[in-house]
């Protein structure tokens, strides 16, 4: 749900469910461009999530950075734009979020 924009330059949301949490998206333009930068900070909310969080690491990571790279190569094409470069990074381990806390 989007919660404040900023035109042109930010949209903040938040999202809630089997993750809750925030993001913002900052547009800046550069050059002939725009330069899109989305910060996304989320929890986890079911136990199995957090389990798996820790026994499936490295393959939840990759499932995240492809996902998030496709999804950008995908916003890309919906504007008619052509994407430039894209990175992905996970910060620190979701923060479990006991579920009634959601």
Not at 13 to 23: I, Q
Not at 26 to 49: E, K
Request: glycine letters at 10%.
């Amino acid at each position: 749900k989007t919660i404040e924009v900023d035109k042109p330059n930010k949209i903040r949301a938040v999202v809630r469910g089997d993750l809750v949490g925030t993001g913002t998206y900052h547009l800046d333009a550069n050059g002939s461009g725009t330069h899109v930068r989305f910060n996304w900070y989320v929890s986890t909310t079911q136990p199995w999530m957090n389990v798996a969080g820790v026994l499936a690491r490295p393959l939840l990571a990759w499932s995240h950075h492809h996902v998030m790279r496709e999804g950008c190569k995908a916003i890309a094409l919906h504007l008619g734009a052509e994407l430039i470069w894209a990175r992905t990074d996970l910060v620190g381990s979701p923060t479990p979020v006991a579920a009634g806390q959601q």
